[in-house]
T-cell receptor, first 109, second 112 residues
Framework: GIQVEQSPPDLILQEGANSTLRCNFS?????LQWFHQNPWGQLINLFY???GTKQNGRLSATTVATERYSLLYISSSQTTDSGVYFC???????????FGKGITLSVRP | DARVTQTPRDKVTEMGQEVTMRCQPI?????VFWYRQTMMQGLELLAY????????DSGMPKDRFSAEMPDATLATLKIQPSEPRDSAVYFC??????????FGPGTRLTVL
């Protein structure tokens, strides 16, 4: 099946710093989503982005489907950005999502 | 504000007992997924339905797990008998065909 690799596995930032989270995948995809799992365990949709670039406030994402990677940018980080960031993809007619192992982000005040 | 709902939010049970988890997908979504999250395995798909028909349950232990969708507004995941290794957070998600999926708050299951 498709492989999803996220990097770095852990990230510690000072409040106000910027960061880039990366997701590599091993096959063509028809769905790519970024999620934030908050400290209460909820999975929050950040972006649905099988290709192209999107922005939502301090967050933006870019997927280069031909090169099989996606990037999530966090600018001016806040303590509430802490948590685990997951990239998940699906391929072909099968819509089940395959998740990466996640990136644990800690933003310190 | 449309969202996926799950009940119960927390469940503690003893080994051998039956557990039933329920999910109400977002109205109009035709695809419903059950995922499980553990520290060891991460997030993995158990089963999913499209237009209430099961499409893939290859991630589910067949001898003890069963998933059904009795109507468009209700999906159930049942474990019988439950075992300590089933302890995990179970998420339901819904979407439209191969599009964006939205996750419920999860059911945290602890089997003693």
């Amino acid at each position: 099946g498709i492989q999803v690799e996220q990097s770095p596995p852990d990230l510690i930032l000072q409040e106000g710093a910027n960061s880039t989270l990366r997701c590599n995948f091993s096959d063509s995809v028809n769905n790519l989503q970024w999620f934030h799992q908050n400290p209460w365990g909820q999975l929050i949709n950040l972006f649905y982005i099988p290709s192209g670039t999107k922005q939502n406030g301090r967050l933006s994402a870019t997927t280069v489907a031909t090169e099989r990677y996606s990037l999530l940018y966090i600018s001016s980080s806040q303590t509430t950005d802490s948590g685990v960031y997951f990239c998940a993809v699906s391929t072909g007619a099968n819509s089940k999502l395959t998740f990466g192992k996640g990136i644990t982000l800690s933003v310190r005040p | 504000d449309a969202r996926v709902t799950q009940t119960p939010r927390d469940k503690v049970t003893e080994m051998g007992q039956e557990v039933t988890m329920r999910c109400q997908p977002i109205l109009g979504h035709n695809t419903v997924f059950w995922y499980r999250q553990t520290m060891m395995q991460g997030l993995e798909l158990l089963a999913y339905f499209r237009n209430r028909a099961p499409l893939d349950d290859s991630g589910m232990p067949k001898d003890r797990f069963s998933a059904e969708m009795p109507d468009a507004t209700l999906a159930t995941l049942k474990i019988q008998p439950s075992e300590p290794r089933d302890s995990a957070v179970y998420f339901c998600a819904s979407g439209v065909s191969v599009g964006e999926q939205f996750f419920g708050p999860g059911t945290r299951l602890t089997v003693l």
